[in-house]
Nanobody, 128 residues
Framework: QVQVVESGGGLVQAGESLTLSCTVTPKPGANFDDYALGWFRQVSGKEREGVACVNWSGGNTYYPHSDKARFTISRDNVKNSVALQIRRLKPEDTAMYYC??????????????????WGQGILVNVSS
């Protein structure tokens, strides 16, 4: 089974930057670069929304969020990790953030429906 573990959340002040990290352990026999990766977020009572995704090599990134200029996703295929940097944090960024992985052949768009493996989520709380 693929294991996905997020870290780096917490309470931050508006205007600051924050980097979330995620480590992904592939299933036996698979490699880390067999997976596309993504970051999603969810506020209670709302649908999970895509924030940023990256393809297997890191060469292609996808930012479906309307405020895309504040987000940067990057992956390290040596360390089996993916990071999400969020700049100029706003109170409306407060949410549970989820890291997710999916086999490359299944990845079509930065939407939760394309992702098979999920972390438990990490809370980011932005104070004004």
């Amino acid at each position: 089974q693929v294991q996905v573990v997020e870290s780096g959340g917490g309470l931050v002040q508006a205007g600051e930057s924050l980097t979330l990290s995620c480590t992904v352990t592939p299933k036996p026999g698979a490699n880390f670069d067999d997976y596309a990766l993504g970051w999603f977020r969810q506020v209670s009572g709302k649908e999970r929304e895509g924030v940023a995704c990256v393809n297997w090599s890191g060469g292609n990134t996808y930012y479906p969020h309307s405020d895309k200029a504040r987000f940067t996703i990057s992956r390290d295929n040596v360390k089996n990790s993916v990071a999400l940097q969020i700049r100029r944090l706003k109170p409306e960024d407060t949410a549970m953030y989820y890291c997710a992985a999916t086999p490359t052949y299944k990845f079509d768009y930065c939407s939760a429906s394309f992702f098979d493996y999920w972390g438990q989520g990490i809370l980011v709380n932005v104070s004004s």
